[in-house]
């Protein structure tokens, strides 16, 4: 059973950047998924940020595109997102996800615990 | 993009009786792309079931899923006490991936 985990500052300044961290652990990132980055806050719900392949392919919300950087580390089992010019609109719990390509539709079957992301200086 | 309405934003029942939860697609999904999701407070959003209607891995029989085109239903056939949370449904037909605003089943 693939674990996710969430790891990054928990606090972030206004105009800068936001960067965080998912350890895949129980399973290879290698391991034909999707994995993916969905934040969630009281006002806009749960919001699908992008998502990257092991071939280093990635697909961003076009809402956020021109912010988001979302990159893998397959030496160390992990993948990362780097959100730019932050405001406080971006403050939400942030959650790192997978969808395996064996299910069909391509669903969220595992998810981190989520981790919370405060901007404010 | 697709938007994607769940109805309605609350609904009071109590246990042991059936909920009937809407999600209603703003253009026409395919039954394959169309996910159900449990959460619980303080957790992550829980995968119950995808393709429309098959249930994910340990999901009790009691949780089902219909639908196809633009509207799609989740059931839950006899309410326990743990089932009182909030529900999305998401689709993955088209980029990029959307979710419902979500329903809250709470206790009458």
């Known amino acids: 059973q693939v674990q996710l985990q969430e790891s990054g500052p928990g606090l972030v300044q206004p105009s800068g950047t936001l960067s965080l961290t998912c350890a895949v652990s129980g399973g290879s990132i290698k391991s034909s998924s999707w994995w993916s980055w969905v934040r969630q806050s009281p006002g806009k719900g749960l919001e699908w940020i992008g998502e990257i392949y092991d071939t280093e392919i990635a697909n961003y919300n076009p809402s956020l595109k021109s912010r988001v950087t979302i990159s893998i580390d397959k030496s160390r089992n992990q993948f990362s997102l780097k959100l730019t010019s932050v405001t406080a609109a971006d403050s939400a719990v942030y959650y790192c996800a997978r969808a395996s390509t064996s299910v069909t539709g391509l669903p969220f079957d595992s998810w981190g615990q989520g981790t919370l992301v405060t901007v404010s200086s | 993009e697709i938007v994607l309405t769940q109805s309605p934003g609350t609904l009071s029942l109590s246990p042991g009786e059936r909920a009937t939860l809407s999600c209603r697609a703003s253009q026409s999904v395919s039954s394959s792309h169309l996910a159900w999701y449990q959460q619980k407070p303080g957790q992550a959003p829980r995968l119950l079931i995808y393709e429309a209607s098959s249930r994910a891995t340990?999901?009790?029989?009691?949780?089902?899923?219909?639908?196809?085109?633009?509207?799609?239903?989740?059931t839950i056939s006899r309410l326990e006490p743990e089932d009182f949370v909030v529900y999305y449904c998401q689709q993955y037909f088209s980029s990029p991936r959307t979710f419902g605003q979500g329903t809250k089943v709470e206790v009458k």
């Open chain 2, 58 to 74: 340990g999901i009790p029989d009691r949780f089902s899923g219909s639908g196809s085109g633009t509207d799609f239903t989740l």
